[in-house]
């Protein structure tokens, strides 16, 4: 059963910045498309950023140029580094885990079958 664990989430500033960690258990990441995604208060679920089984990626609009998902296949584990942060990226970000196949769908939250409990990041000066 493939099983997700996020890490790394906290208080942050405006301006700066955090890295989010997803260890995976129960399957490669070759065999995974892993994205990122995140809740904010009141607000739907939305899809950030995602990295394919072959290490392509894909990033939301907002985030272009901010963030950057990378893995570590010796690890098993799917990073976000996340740089010059602002107060509307304050959120819950789950990582979460699908077949190859909906990588191209991945900003999606329905693609996705594995999730994580998620990490809180909050924004604020």
């Known amino acids: 059963q493939l099983q997700l664990v996020e890490s790394g989430g906290g208080l942050v500033q405006p301006g700066g910045s955090l890295r989010l960690s997803c260890a995976v258990s129960?399957?490669?990441?070759?065999?995974?498309?892993i994205g990122w995604l995140r809740q904010a208060p009141g607000k739907e679920r939305e899809g950030v950023s995602c990295i394919s089984s072959i290490g392509n990626t894909n990033y939301e609009d907002s985030v272009k140029g901010r963030f950057t998902i990378s893995r570590d296949n010796a690890k098993n584990t799917v990073y976000l580094q996340m740089n010059s942060l602002k107060v509307e990226d304050t959120a819950v970000y789950y990582c979460?885990?699908?077949?190859?196949?909906?990588?191209?769908?991945?900003?999606?939250?329905?693609?996705?079958?594995?999730w994580g409990q998620g990490t809180q990041v909050t924004v604020s000066s």
């Open positions: 979460a885990a699908g077949p190859p196949v909906v990588f191209r769908y991945c900003m999606s939250p329905l693609v996705f079958t594995s």
């Open positions: 129960g399957s490669s990441l070759d065999y995974n498309a």
